[in-house]
């Protein structure tokens, strides 16, 4: 509220941020809006339309194809599992990485973000030479479904860990003190106080997880085989028809991955906006 003094009107506040669209404002937003354009809009709408160029009857026939129809439910079944798992065990991680203090908290640090930097065929060869028919671990998991989950397992660990860990060490702590000192258990306390505050972090974690897996490729090719049926995956489907010079297909699929990506990111953000409103 705005208090007078000494019988002087009361002022208020200056604004921080000014809705009114200034030079510099309409150039940034004009950049931003062309480089947005060319990078993501102009390429997806160029996907769609050559995905419907052939009529409904020709991309129907082509998702529908039941080599391409079993890849596009192996990729998005192993993607919704995978990211799941990150959920719960990112959120673990970059809770014991901000709460916890124990030797060789450095080197765990860096090994996790080891999937960002490690080519994608390098990570596919250390999964073939761990994983493998000559396993020295005793787990032959090429060639088989299993080798799908564990490719997307390793390349999508990062996203969630680096999305929850920034938001929980600015987390307050004095609040979950103060609900602990009211009679609340620890299970309260993540519930009410900690969850609603790292919803949002999850769930964009959770989202580039999901994006990772299902459009992966790299650390596919010499661990699962690209068996039709058993370990082939979307991203060989669209390969194999754009090798077949069949674009239209190769369109179709891209653009039920597009739908399917767009719904989950979509089913996140209503979750997360739930959790948070709950909390």
């Given at each position: 509220?705005t208090?007078?003094?000494?019988?002087?009107?009361?002022?208020?506040?200056?604004?921080?941020?000014?809705h009114?669209?200034?030079t510099?404002?309409?150039?940034?937003?004009?950049v931003?809006?062309?480089?947005?354009?060319?990078?993501v809009?102009?390429p997806?709408?160029a996907v769609?339309?050559?995905a419907s160029?052939?009529?409904?009857?020709?991309?129907?026939?082509s998702?529908?194809?039941?080599?391409?129809?079993?890849?596009?439910?192996?990729?998005?079944?192993?993607?919704?599992?995978?990211t799941?798992?990150?959920?719960v065990?990112?959120?673990?991680i970059?809770?014991?990485?901000?709460?916890?203090?124990?030797?060789?908290?450095?080197?765990?640090?860096?090994?996790?973000?080891?999937?960002?930097?490690?080519?994608t065929?390098?990570?596919?060869?250390v999964?073939v030479?761990?994983?493998?028919?000559?396993?020295?671990?005793?787990?032959?998991?090429a060639?088989?479904?299993?080798?799908?989950?564990?490719?997307f397992?390793?390349?999508?660990?990062?996203?969630?860990?680096?999305?929850?860990?920034?938001?929980?060490e600015?987390?307050d702590?004095e609040?979950?003190?103060?609900?602990?000192?009211l009679?609340?258990?620890?299970a309260?306390?993540?519930?009410?106080?900690?969850?609603?505050?790292?919803?949002?972090?999850?769930?964009?974690?959770?989202a580039?997880s999901?994006?990772?897996?299902?459009?992966?490729?790299?650390?596919?090719?010499?661990?699962?085989?690209?068996?039709?049926?058993?370990?082939?995956v979307?991203?060989?489907?669209?390969l194999?028809?754009?090798?077949n010079?069949?674009?239209?297909?190769?369109?179709?699929i891209?653009?039920?991955?597009?739908?399917?990506?767009?719904?989950v990111?979509v089913?996140?953000?209503?979750?997360?906006?739930?959790?948070a409103r709950?909390?």
């Amino acid at each position: 509220m705005t208090v007078a003094l000494e019988g002087r009107p009361a002022r208020s506040r200056p604004s921080l941020v000014n809705h009114d669209l200034t030079t510099a404002s309409g150039i940034g937003l004009g950049v931003s809006m062309l480089w947005f354009s060319l990078l993501v809009l102009i390429p997806l709408t160029a996907v769609m339309v050559t995905a419907s160029s052939g009529g409904w009857g020709e991309f129907w026939r082509s998702i529908t194809n039941e080599q391409t129809a079993a890849a596009i439910r192996l990729t998005v079944t192993a993607a919704a599992a995978v990211t799941l798992a990150n959920i719960v065990t990112g959120t673990a991680i970059a809770w014991v990485l901000v709460r916890d203090r124990f030797p060789g908290k450095g080197l765990l640090e860096l090994v996790i973000d080891i999937p960002f930097a490690l080519p994608t065929i390098v990570a596919g060869l250390v999964l073939v030479s761990l994983y493998g028919n000559d396993s020295p671990l005793g787990l032959h998991l090429a060639n088989t479904e299993w080798s799908i989950y564990l490719a997307f397992l390793f390349v999508t660990l990062p996203f969630v860990v680096r999305m929850v860990q920034p938001v929980l060490e600015e987390l307050d702590l004095e609040v979950e003190e103060a609900a602990a000192s009211l009679g609340a258990s620890r299970a309260t306390i993540f519930r009410r106080v900690v969850l609603p505050s790292l919803a949002p972090a999850i769930a964009a974690g959770a989202a580039l997880s999901f994006a990772r897996a299902v459009g992966e490729y790299g650390s596919l090719v010499l661990l699962s085989g690209n068996l039709p049926f058993e370990s082939e995956v979307t991203s060989v489907r669209i390969l194999s028809a754009i090798e077949n010079d069949n674009r239209a297909a190769a369109t179709s699929i891209a653009a039920v991955l597009l739908v399917i990506s767009l719904l989950v990111i979509v089913a996140l953000d209503v979750l997360q906006r739930r959790v948070a409103r709950r909390g």
